[in-house]
């Protein structure tokens, strides 16, 4: 068993950095979002749904990594602030199909100058952004990936 250096501290750990990132991105887009009745996390979903509605529940957890116990609350938020609808499906009951009214689609314009507004905050060019999220993008792939092979092998 490899046991981590115990010389290691938690600031020398990438997802100590990537935890604080998270973190400071959040102080940047409370204040963004807060005049508008957003959290960060109903952003991120009403931005998928900006792109792609309707969509189903498992939809938005697959483009958004959040789990159904997690969005399950959080659209109920959104649904209570007239920004979405949910309905089950017809031909299955278990699926619930996520919708804008045309208050949620509204937001989307609302919410025009977020993007810019939190690039400029990075300090950093476009092309800079662009490399880090292909990095960013990399290393997720390869967590999911070895995450995907350890509940394969718990499974089995």
């Not at 102080?27 to 508008?36: I, M, Q, S």
């Not at 619930?96 to 919410?111: C, D, K, P, S, W």
């Amino acid at each position: 068993m490899n046991l981590p250096d115990p010389c290691l501290t938690p600031e020398d750990m990438l997802c100590f950095d990537v935890h604080a990132l998270n973190q400071a991105f959040g102080r940047v887009y409370k204040p963004l979002l807060a005049p508008l009745g957003l959290t960060y996390p109903q952003y991120v979903v009403m931005s998928v749904l900006w792109d792609a509605a309707p969509l189903a529940v498992g939809g938005i957890g697959r483009r958004t990594g959040m789990e159904t116990s997690t969005l399950t609350p959080l659209l109920k938020r959104l649904e209570a602030q007239d920004l979405v609808t949910r309905t089950r499906a017809r031909e299955d009951e278990r699926r619930v199909e996520i919708a804008l009214t045309e208050a949620g689609q509204a937001m989307a314009a609302r919410t025009a100058h977020v993007p810019e507004c939190v690039g400029r905050a990075t300090g950093m060019t476009e092309a800079e952004i662009a490399g880090l999220r292909a990095t960013l993008g990399r290393l997720r792939r390869a967590l999911d990936a070895q995450s995907g092979a350890n509940s394969s092998r718990s499974a089995g």
